[in-house]
């Protein structure tokens, strides 16, 4: 008999994903799975924030051990780019549950079942928002040009998200997924190679991590403010960072305390990815980057 295709023994060696391929600490301090009656007892793992009770430093949280030592001035304050901006995604849909055998992100098309069982309305799981609003801000021409200095990210059940402008977030759904799920695991993904973290969980509040001169600007279909946006970036300080924070949940209105101003740009209803893109574009407009 011929063995038409491989030599015996020798195996293929499994292309590897990018994101599959942490450092080798981070396997190694992988939580064994364990049953979980209730969607969200993997998600209080990370959930740093909302277990505080004040003595931040003594939390144990997960494999929070990836977490000690991160300095909490999280922006690369370059003035040398001149002004920049941030992104806050507020409420997304990032929860994690034990379905069958194994963690998965939950999401309405897959696990509707699931949720209907555990009281869940399947409506609000919605990570394919986050994912759209995501590769909108990552691919404007404003990251390009180096002017998006941090996305945060804020889930429905109060984990904070950080995300550096150069990460290469998944373009198809299925894979965000994955490395939202291995996220929310490992409290971080690093680049290959690298210890650097591309994303991690941090704790809250966001506040802290937003320049002290920034401008914090809400965006809401129901603000009784209604402006252009190209106008209102255009006529905002030049010496300034903004902050804009847009929803990322499938229904309800952004809700914070920490926002200057709370706009609406249309008078229609818009979807995160869309809003985003036209306050890109107001940016790209404002900063002469085409
Ligand atoms: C609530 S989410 C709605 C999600 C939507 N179902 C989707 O698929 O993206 C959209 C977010 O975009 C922003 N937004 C939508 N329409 C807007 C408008 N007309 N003016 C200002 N912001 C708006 C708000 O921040 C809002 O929370």
């Not at 793992?45 to 990836?66: D, F, H, L, R, T």
């Not at 990251?143 to 059940?157: I, P, Q």
């Not at 994955?178 to 210890?195: F, P, Y």
Request: aromatic share 6%; glycine share 6%.
């Amino acid at each position: 008999m011929v063995r038409p295709y491989a030599v015996k023994g020798k195996k293929r060696r499994k292309r590897e994903d990018k994101y599959e391929r942490v450092e080798e600490a981070e396997e190694a301090s992988e939580p064994e799975e364990t049953e979980a009656s209730q969607p969200e007892d993997v998600n209080k793992g990370a959930m740093v924030e909302k277990q505080s009770n004040g003595n931040e430093g003594e939390e144990k949280v997960g494999n929070s051990i990836e977490l000690e030592g991160i300095p909490i001035t999280p922006v690369e304050l370059s003035t040398k780019n001149g002004p920049g901006a941030i992104f806050i995604l507020e409420r997304a849909s990032l929860e994690v549950a034990k379905v069958g055998k194994t963690y998965q992100l939950l999401n309405s098309d897959d696990h509707s079942n699931f949720l209907r069982k555990n009281n869940r309305d399947p409506a609000l799981y919605r990570p394919d928002i986050v994912h759209q609003a995501l590769l909108m801000v990552l691919d404007s021409p404003i990251n390009k040009a180096g002017k998006l200095r941090n996305v945060y990210v804020r889930t429905a059940a109060g984990v904070l998200i950080e995300i550096k402008p150069h990460v290469r977030i998944p373009r198809t759904f299925k894979r965000f997924c994955g490395v939202m799920l291995q996220l929310l695991q490992k409290l971080s993904i690093s680049a290959v190679g690298k210890r650097e973290k591309l994303m991690r969980v941090i704790k809250n509040p966001v506040t802290q991590y937003l320049p002290v001169n920034s401008r914090k600007i809400g965006f809401s279909y129901s603000s009784e403010k209604l402006v252009s946006i190209h106008n209102y970036v255009a006529a905002a300080e030049n010496n300034r960072d903004f902050v804009f924070v847009v929803g990322a949940m499938a229904h309800g209105k952004v809700e914070t305390d920490y926002t200057d101003d709370f706009i609406s740009i249309s008078g229609y209803p818009l979807s995160a990815a869309f809003c985003i893109s036209m306050i890109c574009q107001a940016l790209a407009g404002k900063w002469d980057i085409l």
